[in-house]
């Protein structure tokens, strides 16, 4: 019965670069939500998505941010050319449509 | 905009002794209320909930108290045990949605 499953568990990338961060839900859990913990601080919603649909995007950064939740596969958040500023811990977390939201282990994203 | 507040960036206490952590919040339609356990370089763990239509919801040596009018609820630890050094983050939501997160409270437990 295995957790949230997220990878890679740390990624570094050069600014300019594409980085994709994927994210298993716990089986039976439909609903994902993605997190970014900057240093020293919270953790901050980006989005929430079900199968194949985005539900709430507010937390989303305009520009470079895509999110997607396949009928098939891992959800992926994808940053396009990424900059220091990017550098964070970005937490997926999934439910089956109750408030509990079970964490995965998070990604370090390291913009060098 | 903090709609959930954590005041309190950092807390020390003896084992044995009761820790008590806060967490305010701003949006008067928050109707669920949780707490998460971190410790570095993982993710956060759910701890303990609450609904907005108590006032109180224990397990084990965790309890975490609703104050609806005052807009405030604390978790409240007793006895602390040295394993419970972790960060600890408060969360609302509102009709099943999306959690929103306080900063967090660094609770250190000594001997």
């Known amino acids: 019965n295995a957790g949230v499953m997220q990878n890679p568990r740390h990624l570094v990338r050069r600014r300019g670069q594409e980085a994709r961060l994927r994210c298993s839900p716990m089986k039976g859990h439909s609903h994902v939500y993605w997190y970014r913990q900057l240093p020293e601080e919270g953790l901050k919603f980006m989005v929430y998505?079900?199968?194949?649909?985005?539900?709430?995007e507010s937390g989303m950064p305009k520009e470079r941010f895509s999110a997607e939740f396949p009928k098939e596969g891992p959800s992926i958040l994808r940053i396009q050319q990424v900059v220091r500023g990017d550098s964070a811990a970005y937490f997926c977390a999934s439910s089956p449509g109750s408030v509990e939201a079970f964490f995965g282990q998070g990604t370090r994203l390291t913009v060098v | 905009d903090q709609q959930v507040k954590q005041n309190s960036p950092s807390l020390s206490v003896q084992e044995g002794r009761i820790s008590i952590l806060n967490c305010d919040y701003t949006?008067?339609?928050?109707?669920?209320f949780l707490w998460y356990k971190k410790y570095p370089a993982e993710g956060p763990t759910f701890l303990i909930s609450?609904?907005?239509?108590?006032d109180k919801n224990e397990d084990g040596r965790f309890t975490v108290f609703l104050n609806k009018s005052a807009k405030h609820l604390s978790l409240h630890i007793v006895p602390s045990q040295p394993g419970d050094s972790a960060v600890y983050f408060c969360a609302a939501s509102y009709n099943t949605d999306k959690l929103i997160f306080g900063t967090g409270t660094r609770l250190q437990v000594f001997p």
């Open positions: 949006n008067s339609m928050f109707d669920y």
């Open positions: 998505l079900q199968k194949e649909n985005i539900i709430d």
């Open positions: 609450i609904s907005s239509i108590k």
